[in-house]
Structure formats: C-alpha cells, structure tokens
C-alpha cells in the first residue's frame, strides 16, 4: 500500500468571524511515525459494529452489511485513498447495505469524509451510498472531493448541519427515499446540490443555504417540499433554481432567491409536474436567510466548481490503450442521456419528447417529436430489426415504437418487470426477445416482445446496473471502468478498460461497441463514442 507520507491527517484552519472579529482556531498535528503512533487502516466489510474516531485511513472500499452499526464520532477524521488512474478498481468509498452509519458530530468537532491526497481534487474518491436503511444518520459531517457525495435508495436517512462541497456528480442524491434534508450548507458541486429521481415521497427540505455551482436542485418524479432555503451566488443569468419534472409535485414555500427572477426560481420542465408555490422572497426581503451554526472551515479551497473549465479530473480517458481504441467521437450539441441504440445505419437516441437520428459518419441530426405521456422518462433503447423498443423508467413501462421515414407512431406498452419496485435503466434484445435486469441487478428477465417472462436469468456476477448491449454471440455492458462482454448464463468471457466516465448508453453497429457516456454532464462536448475491441483477454 503506498500513501502520502503523513500518518496522521492535521490542519490549521483560521476562520474569521466579522462579528466581534472572534476567531475560530482548528488545529491539529502531524505525528511522525517513528514516535510510535501507528495509523488505523480500514477497508472491506465490517462484520460486527465499531466505533471510529480519531483519523481513519481508508484503503479498501467500506461495506456495512445488515445488522452491523459504524459509529462515527465527533472529530473523527476520514481519509479515503485516492483514485486517479482508469486502468484501476473503482474509487474507494462507502457502501451501506441494510446496516447503519451514525456519523453525528457537533459544531465544533465536525466529522471529516474527505480524501488522503496532499492537492486533492473532485472526484478522488467514491463518496456515500446508501441502500435500504432507515437508521442511518448523517449531522454535523463535511463530504468533499468525491465522485457522488451522499446517495441514498429505498432509505431514510436525514442529513443535517453538514457541509457537501466539490463533488463530481449531485452533492446529496436520493431515489425510492424519504429523508429530512436541513441546516445544510451545499455549494460547488458539479451537477446539482441537491437530486431528487425516481419516486421519492415525503421529501423535507428545508433551512439549507444554496451557496453557488451550477443548477442547486432538481425533482424527477418525486413528491417533495422545499421550505425556508436560501439560494445564491448562481452567478448564470438564465440558472435556474428549482427544476420540476417528470410526475414530480413540490411544493415550495418560503424560499429566498437571490438573483432569480420569477421565471428561473422555480420550472417545470414538462406539463406531467406539478408545483404549488406561496411566500418565496425574490427580493422583497421577506423571508430570512437560514442560521447555521456551525462554521464553513476548509483545509484549502479547490477553487473551481467541477464542471468548469479548470476542472482537473479525468473525463475522458485515453483513446487508445492495449485494450480498445477510439475510432469516432460524436455528439456535440446533443447532451448526454440514457439511450442509445443503432438501426439502419444511423444512431438514435431518445430523450423526454424526441427520438433522435444521428448520421454516425458526420454528426449531423434530425429530432422527431414523440409525445411526453406516451414516453416520460426514456432510460434504455434498442431496435429489433423492425420496431424500436423504450423502457419508459418514469411510468415503468416498456414502449414498441416504429419510425415510418417522417414521424414516430407508437404501436404497444406493457408494464415492465418488478413494476412495484421501481426500474434500471438498460434494455437490449437479440432480435428475438426483450432483456431488461432485475431491480437487485442479479437476474436478467428475457421477455416475449408482449411483456411476458421467458424465464429469469441468473447474473449475479455481473451487478448490472445501467446500458447493455447484444452484439450478436453475447452482451457487452460497463462494470465500474471496464467493458464486460458475458454470455447469456452470465458468464464474463471478456474485458476492456472504458473510454470515458459515466456510461449511460451502448449499442452494436455489426462491427464495433458505441457507447454514450456523461463525460461531465453539463459539456457540450461530443459523448458518443465508437470503440474498436483489440484485446478483451488482456484484463
């Protein structure tokens, strides 16, 4: 194990507070290791409950099962290994599945999740998620640096008096939860402070400080009120605020915006939402900005917020490497998305309201509108060889579709699989039959093309989690950064190292893998890459 030659993490951070010019002095030493005081080193899966305090190295990915409690006390210091090389196993982070983390700190001794690395960056390591637990607790933590910043699914876990600050992807995310979210204070981070997707109910938001980025919140199909936040220093004259989509009813009062207008405080982003507004201050000074009680201390400041054009961290990995090239990148002007599939001779992709044809060879593209309630909320495309198949991820359904040379006419829809759970986004087909994975990720459901189970297919090796593809012998999809083709036993007969972060697309032209991929989300850059396999034995 390499790391930096600190053994224990210290800092001197001066704060200075205007107010009767107090100052808050944090200080803390670093301790050689020839005085005798070793590191604490953990990684892996905790097997019984524990208690951390003090500095914590984290060289190993943390998982806490069910019925085991991490308890993280006030002051502790968590230092995760960095992670900035595309060849290796994916960054370190924390995993909670069905168990607990209690990290509550105070205002004076916060809890530090942060990464070891003398000039760190965004993204240098995993970040927090969270599945299947109610018992979790995050209050008075700092959560910086990392790739998401805490997430929670099918959960409850409140976030409070915390500070989120320069994370790659959503400052705090959230799906299938109902969490209380206040006294927080979010800025900097490279999407949004705050996502709400898929299906949460009786989201509380309310006292947090917005505090600068790119676009401070949106909902996708969740119910959710937004109370007492104050939203600022979004220094974009068009940013908005709040963004409302999908089914989504918020409802949103008491706000302070500062520097929004009526029209960028709070949008729906289709017809299909819902907002209810009533007392937001737009500058009538009627409502106060939140009190936090706690101190904004930084070790440094990354000076950027990711996304922008001094952005550092690795987007797009090299074109070529012993295991795949780069032949083509496409894309610009198209956003990233969910879908992705190829079909007489062109690319297509599908977004809220369009399925779009994309000339491969040139770039060039033609939107054709599809309607909004026939197919919400797009996350898997693919073409049988005459009808297009969608999984609607919004209303869970799978939607068969035709493209007649001028418009989309929409021909079936059937309930997906495990409707009651929710759904992955990913659906692929041999021609034959449809194939979308089960919510665990460890079944492959092959369906009928009219929705009706074929059989279930065991794939527990491969935890698919988002885009496949059939290639015609067996599929391809991303595990982490690396290509996997597997069979339809889910058996992996092959590997390559991905192109870029954040596959959310893939599909086979015949001869070679297309992938579309998030690169950061909010580029304009070109996101559609197509792959040439050299080697998928050299993993």
């Not at 058996?491 to 991929?517: C, Q, R, S």
Request: with cysteine; proline share 3%; glycine share 10%.
């Amino acid at each position: 194990m390499v790391f930096n030659k600190k053994i224990l993490y210290a800092s001197i951070v001066i704060v200075v507070v205007a107010a009767g010019f107090s100052i808050l002095l944090y200080f803390g030493i670093f301790i050689p290791k020839e005085n005798g005081q070793q590191p604490v080193f953990k990684g892996g899966t905790i097997a019984q409950d524990e208690t951390w305090s003090g500095a914590i190295f984290v060289n190993e990915h943390i998982v806490v099962p069910t019925n085991v409690t991490l308890t993280i006390l006030p002051g502790t210091q968590i230092l995760c290994k960095a992670n900035r090389d595309y060849k290796t196993t994916g960054p370190v982070g924390f995993t909670v599945n069905g168990g607990t983390i209690i990290a509550i700190g105070t205002p004076e001794k916060q809890i530090w999740f942060t990464v070891d690395e003398e000039y760190p960056i965004n993204g240098d390591w995993g970040g927090i998620e969270l599945y299947q637990t109610n018992t979790s607790v995050f209050k008075y933590v700092i959560v910086e640096y990392s790739v998401m910043g805490i997430a929670q699914f099918y959960s409850q876990v409140n976030i409070s008096h915390s500070i989120v600050r320069w994370v790659n992807l959503e400052g705090i995310y959230m799906e299938h939860s109902n969490p209380l979210i206040e006294y927080n204070l979010l800025y900097q981070n490279g999407y949004h402070e705050i996502s709400c997707e898929q299906y949460n109910y009786d989201v509380r938001v309310r006292n947090n400080i917005f505090a600068g980025g790119h676009v401070p919140f949106i909902t996708l199909d969740s119910n959710i009120t937004l109370e007492g936040n104050y939203f600022h220093n979004y220094n974009s004259t068009d940013a908005i605020a709040i963004h409302v989509g999908g089914l989504s009813n918020a409802t949103i009062i008491g706000n302070k915006f500062d520097g929004f207008t009526y029209d960028t405080a709070f949008v729906k982003l289709v017809e299909t939402a819902f907002i209810y507004n009533s007392s937001n201050d737009l500058g009538s000074g009627t409502v106060p900005v939140p009190i936090l009680d706690f101190e904004d201390i930084k070790r440094q400041d990354l000076g950027y917020t990711p996304g922008d054009p001094e952005d550092q961290y690795m987007y797009v990995y090299p074109s070529e490497d012993e295991t795949r090239r780069v032949l083509k990148r496409i894309g610009v002007g198209l956003g990233f998305g969910w879908t992705l599939a190829y079909a007489n001779d062109f690319l297509w992709k599908m977004e809220t309201g369009y399925l779009i044809q994309i000339d491969p060879i040139l770039g060039n593209y033609t939107k054709y509108p599809v309607n909004a309630s026939d197919v919400l909320g797009p996350r898997g495309l693919c073409y049988d060889g005459e009808f297009f198949w969608v999984q609607d991820q919004s209303q869970f359904t799978i939607v068969k579709m035709k493209f007649n040379g001028t418009n989309v006419v929409i021909n079936d829809t059937f309930i997906i699989p495990e409707s009651e759970k929710g759904g992955r986004s990913g659906l692929a087909t041999d021609g034959i039959y449809l194939y979308i994975a089960s919510m665990d990720g460890t079944l492959l459901y092959e369906l009928y093309k009219n929705g009706t189970i074929r059989q279930n297919i065991t794939i527990g090796a491969i935890d698919l989690v988002g885009a496949f593809t059939w290639n015609g012998t067996h599929f391809w999809s991303n595990q982490g950064n690396i290509l996997i083709a597997w069979t339809r036993e889910g058996v992996i007969v092959g590997k390559v190292y991905d192109v870029a972060a954040g596959n959310t697309g893939l599909t086979w032209d015949g001869t070679h893998i297309w992938g579309l991929y998030k690169t950061c989300e909010i580029w304009d850059d070109a996101k559609t890459f197509q792959i040439e396999i050299l080697d998928d034995s050299f993993i």
